[in-house]
């Protein structure tokens, strides 16, 4: 069961024809955000924990905790998920060390890497 969430406005998972109960992505993943100092000083980047076949149920869990750490409280929407297959970590000095962890993740121990998509 999901613990109730107190940011993440419920999105519209259901009006793609997904159901809160279905697998949001298959086999082991990471969910990671970067924060955006535009939305200030405080937070930091998330790097959500390993999980095996998500839900979507646990997506919006996750969504919920990566608000609260990232701080972005203006972007509450969940307008998808996606996989982080370009990793960058040569255009984007600052965030180096999460781009090679991610990369990391992904190719040393067959984790996908996944971001959130957000709206306001």
Sequence with gaps: MSRQRKYVIDSCIECDGHKKRD??????VVFVQFKDIYWGEHGSTYIG????NPTWSHVLDETDKMI???QDKHHVF???IG??????????PQLKDE?????FLSVE???KVYTFYMGS
């Design 78 to 80: 969940l307008e998808g």
């Design 99 to 103: 781009w090679l962890l991610a990369y």
């Design 49 to 52: 924990p390993l999980l095996e």
């Design 23 to 28: 697998v949001a992505v298959e086999g082991r």
């Design 68 to 70: 609260e750490v990232v």
């Design 109 to 111: 121990s067959n984790v």
């Design 83 to 92: 996989e982080i297959e370009d990793r960058p970590i040569t255009k984007v």
